[in-house]
């Protein structure tokens, strides 16, 4: 699907990965940098071992908090961050469709504390991870003095790793854009019970793909119809308006026209998501 995951967007250096590397040779019980015992190990023992090297701190920087697997610069396929070499490229790029879902950090804030936030610890975030910046972010994102602050940290997240890092990519290369807001209509999320009635991280994916179709309420299902027929137009034409039917026109997005289409139900083109909030992002940046 044509849909960016901005989170996997921080790329390490080769240096960045040593220590990683160096505690996945250990898990496997291999000398570091012997690649045929790598090898040898089955994908089994290799998901066993990072699942355990998650839990360990391997670099200090925000986001490879929660995904600590990431491509490397190598400077041969990947020459850099993925946002630097957006914002250098000077040759058209492909079409694309590219959207966020209004509650995105939820799961990876509830996943990774999976007690309370207190408000210092609140603060102690924010200083680690925007450090120059981190008055700034305290300012327009103050602790609320309640006894939990994974909602804020939850709204904080979803606007800067998500939403607006989004409308960066989307302004310079994005045809078509869309925010996601229709929570789970049946019981899917399982154990991660803090998703029940959110919009996190992923779901969108039974409804684009209608593989819970039997479960779906009869709202669920138009949403799930829109979306599967709004994708599978563009794969045939590029353009999600044709050559099937849609319920309403789905904009392209333009210099100064920043519309987007709203999955909800009913469905509805709206613009400038999160504006205020963006242009607050855009000046403190998107890499940590």
Known sequence: ?????????????????????????EQLHCATGDIACFRRASYHDIVTAQAVINNMVTSLKFLLFFEPWVPVIDNVTVHGQVLDLLFNTSFPLKELIIGTLTEEA??????????????ATYAEVVL??????????????????????????????????????????????????????????????????????????????PFLFESTWVNFTDAGRRVSLSMATYWTNFAK?????????????????????????????PLQVQENYLKSDCDFWDTIGYKK
């Open 1 to 25: 699907m044509n849909r960016i995951y901005f989170i996997s967007f921080l790329y390490r250096t080769y240096s960045e990965y040593i220590t990683p590397s160096v505690l996945l040779a």
């Open 106 to 119: 939820v799961f990876f804030v509830y996943e990774g504390w999976t007690k309370p936030v207190t408000p």
């Open 128 to 205: 680690g991870t925007f450090r120059e910046n981190a008055l700034k972010v305290l300012e327009r994102y103050p602790p609320n003095s309640l006894s939990d602050e994974r909602p804020l940290l939850s709204l904080m997240a979803t606007q800067w790793v998500f939403a607006c890092s989004s409308r960066f990519f989307a302004r310079k290369a994005a045809s078509y854009a869309y925010v996601f807001g229709y929570p789970l209509d049946f019981n899917g999320w399982g154990n991660e019970t803090f998703c029940n009635g959110h919009v996190c991280h992923g779901s969108e994916l």
């Open 237 to 265: 034409s590029q353009d999600p308006n044709e050559p099937l039917r849609v319920p309403i026109p789905w904009p392209r997005v333009t210099t100064g026209n920043e519309k987007y289409m709203y999955f909800q139900d």
